[in-house]
């Protein structure tokens, strides 16, 4: 038996089969006579013409028995990513399906008049087309006619299409590669706590900011924590989308907007009594969501009448005082009214305050302003417009019904201008 020490790649081949066979089976004459058959195959010589080269082997590494390493051991249903070398995945492994990330139903396009589509069949170019929707909806694509397409994405597109060309036109449907060439613009409503409200075109890809400021900018009484997109689509649903846009910005977190489609409202939030103590209005005045400037009436000796001045918005008491620079000699900055509009009321509102003190940092009486707040520098005078606003009665039914009572004031009242004591 000292011949089975042969390599294995010189011995024939049936005769190793037949070699295992016995021993496996417990036949020790049928193994003898295998062993003989292999011994002899090992010594014979190999024929003229034949390939084999024993000598070829004589320097391979001995073989080694194959190593079985076993799969980890893994919970049911949550299978590794992936095997280790050498490994084999379990019995009854199924390769887990690649599902695409949920989709914002916001950050789909829907197609709309005006919009300009390109659509591609590959191996038919006589269906290729590219186009704009029509004031109907429709595209009319070649040899397949009038297509409606008004509300459908872009994938509705290329199965809308597919079907048509395989059940008109060819035995199977096709493929069909549909691309937005051109977008169209985006007509909104901007409605709530904006200076402006009302209807704005605005240009593809704009968002929610964008919006805001075509409007205007916020009001002071805008509470940008919540800011409302709503959007209506053509089978009646309608979508809603809640935003926070003033809390990214003071903590610094990223944020991104999803780009307006025309028709959505955007519906600017009035911020309630009782919700506003975490809320800095001064920080929301200043950023690029409110109305950059401020426009602050004044009422002054220096000037005879009603003048104005711009400030930034977030701008306060003592950044007028500063802008108007009252002669101290003529004007007594130690009481200054500060008048405002109330939309609740509809009345004006009176708020003496002393003017050196807010210039020296007392910050009880350096509020912030409002655009359309009316400042009055003078003792006297402030006496003179306290008395005609108390004799009026009637409420102001909106700001500006508040400007031209002082409008009407300054212009029919020639002696209020008039030097007097006391200023």
Do not use: C
Not at 34 to 43: I, M, P, S
Not at 315 to 327: E, L, M, Q, R, Y
Not at 396 to 418: H, M, N, P
């Amino acid at each position: 038996m000292q011949q089975l020490g042969t390599p294995l790649a010189t011995l024939g081949v049936s005769a190793a089969v037949l070699l295992t066979g016995a021993i496996a089976g417990g036949q020790p004459a049928i193994a003898q006579t295998a062993a003989v058959n292999l011994a002899q195959a090992g010594e014979a010589e190999p024929e003229a013409g034949d390939a084999t080269n024993t000598d070829a082997f004589e320097d391979d590494p001995p073989l080694r028995d194959w190593q079985f390493t076993p799969a980890p051991d893994v919970a049911p249903g949550t299978p590794p990513l992936t095997f280790p070398p050498g490994t084999i995945p379990p019995r009854g492994y199924e390769t887990p399906p690649i599902e695409p990330p949920p989709t914002d139903p916001f950050e789909v396009y829907r197609l709309g008049i005006g919009d300009l589509i390109g659509i591609t069949v590959p191996n038919f170019p006589e269906f290729n087309f590219q186009g704009p929707i029509n004031i109907e909806g429709n595209v009319v694509m070649p040899i397949l006619g009038t297509i409606p397409l008004r509300g459908l994405t872009l994938r509705e597109v290329e199965e809308k299409i597919s079907f048509e060309l395989g059940n008109r036109f060819l035995r199977e449907r096709p493929e069909v590669v549909v691309s937005l060439a051109g977008p169209r613009l985006v007509l909104v409503t901007v409605v709530g706590e904006v200076f402006e409200p009302g209807y704005y075109e605005l240009p593809p890809g704009a968002d929610v900011v964008d919006a805001i400021q075509f409007a205007g900018g916020s009001r002071r009484d805008a509470d940008l924590r919540s800011v409302v997109v709503r959007r209506s689509l053509l089978d009646g649903d309608t979508l809603e989308q809640e935003l926070d846009l003033i809390t990214p910005l003071q903590t610094g977190e990223s944020f991104e907007l999803s780009s307006l489609q025309s028709g959505d409202a955007i519906i600017v939030d009035r911020l309630e009594v009782g919700n506003d103590d975490d809320y800095d209005r001064i920080f929301a005045s200043r950023s690029n969501l409110s109305q950059a400037e401020i426009n602050i009436r004044v009422l002054d000796y220096s000037v005879s009448g009603l003048g104005s001045i711009r400030l930034q918005n977030g701008a306060t008491f003592a950044d007028a005082i500063a802008a108007i620079s009252p002669d101290p000699d003529q004007a007594d900055l130690g009481h200054v009214a500060l008048i405002r509009f109330d939309p609740e009321q509809g009345r004006a509102v009176r708020q003496v305050l002393n003017g050196r003190e807010a210039l020296m940092g007392n910050r009880t009486q350096d509020v912030p302003l409002q655009d359309n707040d009316v400042i009055i520098v003078g003792r006297t005078l402030v006496a003179r417009v306290s008395y005609a606003l108390n004799i009026f009665t009637q409420p102001f039914r909106d700001v500006l019904g508040f400007l031209l009572f002082f409008d009407s004031l300054t212009e029919s009242a020639d002696s209020l201008f008039q030097p007097g004591g006391g200023r």
